[in-house]
């Protein structure tokens, strides 16, 4: 298909896709007749949209998109490898939280719940700092409130990640385990997210009926 095509497609633009290709994110088209002719088939769309997922969805930069494609296209690196750079890439930003009493006790209660679930994140790791962060700005804000929800987020992750990781597992084709991981991981946070609300909604109208003209 020519880039029009694939324009329409995947309903990427295509100074969008001229973009990506420029920046190295999606392979050139292959030349036939003309220079300025090229044809691209479907592992170019599926590129297309992986991509796509990863910077209009997933809010990466087209650097770390880079990076972790360079990865994806690399058997010798290992998938762990290649996700621990795209949980990176997309998690939130860390440091310039304050010194003070609230973050160094909620560093102390991140690293105990760590230590009691038997988690050993990799020196550095954002998830830990991004916690740390978290719950040190909550406790300057709660107090101590919201610290008893600490256990039952973390039982209720660690499930979601075996169900994430046993998705995985299931694929056979490499490029099809690489890809399912990396969107489950960027887009992931988002449907969670989503659900979330719409659980918290359902919960808190049980919980806290509406009074009937409210509800009328």
């Known amino acids: 298909m020519r880039m029009a095509e694939l324009s329409r497609t995947s309903g990427v633009p295509v100074a969008t896709i001229k973009y990506y290709v420029r920046e190295g994110l999606l392979p050139r088209g292959e030349v036939t007749t003309s220079p300025n002719q090229a044809d691209y088939g479907p592992a170019h769309l599926r590129r297309l949209q992986l991509v796509r ?10 650097a770390a998109v880079r990076a972790t494609l360079v990865a994806v296209d690399d058997p010798a690196v290992p998938l762990h490898h290649t996700l621990g750079m795209t949980i990176a890439a997309a998690g939130p930003g860390t440091g310039g939280a304050p010194e003070d009493a609230a973050q160094r006790e909620a560093e102390a209660r991140i690293d105990e719940l760590l230590a009691k679930k038997g988690w050993r994140p990799h020196d550095g790791a954002p998830g830990r700092q991004a916690a740390i962060d978290c719950l040190a700005t909550m406790r300057r804000v709660t107090g101590t409130r919201l610290d008893s929800v600490l256990a039952p987020y973390a039982d ?12 995985v597992s299931a694929l056979t084709d490499p490029e099809e385990r690489v890809e399912t991981a990396l969107v489950g991981t960027v887009l992931g946070d988002r449907l969670l997210a989503a659900l979330r609300r719409l659980a918290r909604e359902h919960v808190s109208a049980r919980r806290f009926p509406p009074a009937a003209e409210e509800t009328s």
């Open 156 to 167: 209720a992750v660690e499930a979601i990640a075996e169900a994430d990781l046993d998705t």
């Open 53 to 62: 997922s990863l910077v209009e969805v997933g809010g990466l930069s087209i």
